[in-house]
């Protein structure tokens, strides 16, 4: 996950010759029922779970059961799909079911995902945490922000976790993409340290998902679906 390079460092005046901490990035090939689907930049970690996320949040299968068979050697993975793959690629979003939190389980899971060294150490990897009911969590860390969703939407399908009754929080921008995966996947609240765009709260108030950003301390910006906060009152003012 993390390597080392040389490099200068330049302070003021002064510069000299140090070793820098770097986020390590593979490419990989990522191919289905024999034929080459694309090439994707990760971080060389947890890549079952990257692959069965990627595939179920770009829609190419529905349930974990249409994925026959992975093999990963090298950097390359080959993985056997039931069914055509790209033809039976859904491209619609789906409505979200009925889940809330509280507001501090919000706050508690944001500590727990900024607690990295990996992330502090490089400033190069993104984090996606998802949180379940029962309060267990699981966290991933990749160099890009929609691998790192992948990754703990993957996680929950090998371990057979309810996504409609789990949170997920992000380090991250959220774009439309995010959203779209988060759509796809069932997740119906999707928060971040970081903003969301237009289109993000766009799609997520017709998906019915939660939508929150700025989650930084005790403070939070809830832009979508605010019901599903549990301790929030909320009166007509608002217009949510």
Known sequence: MIKECTCIRVDGLRHSVVRDAVAEEIQIELCINGDLLRRVSLSPCHIREFIAGHLFSEGYVRVLEEIDAMHIEGRRANVTLRGAG?????????????????????????????DSDAHRITGGFHRAGVFCENGTAWMAEDIGRHNAMDKVIGHCLLERIELSRVFVLLTSRISSGLALKCSRAGIPILASRGAPTSLAIEMADAAGI???????????????????????????????
């Open 210 to 240: 939660t939508l929150i950003g700025f989650v930084r301390g005790e403070r939070m910006n809830i832009y979508t679906h605010p019901e599903r906060i549990a301790d929030l009152t909320l009166t007509a003012e608002y217009g949510l």
């Open 86 to 114: 790209e033809q039976n690629r859904k491209e619609h979003a789906e409505k979200t079911e009925w889940f809330s939190v509280g507001r501090d389980a919000i706050f508690r899971a944001m500590r727990m995902l900024l």
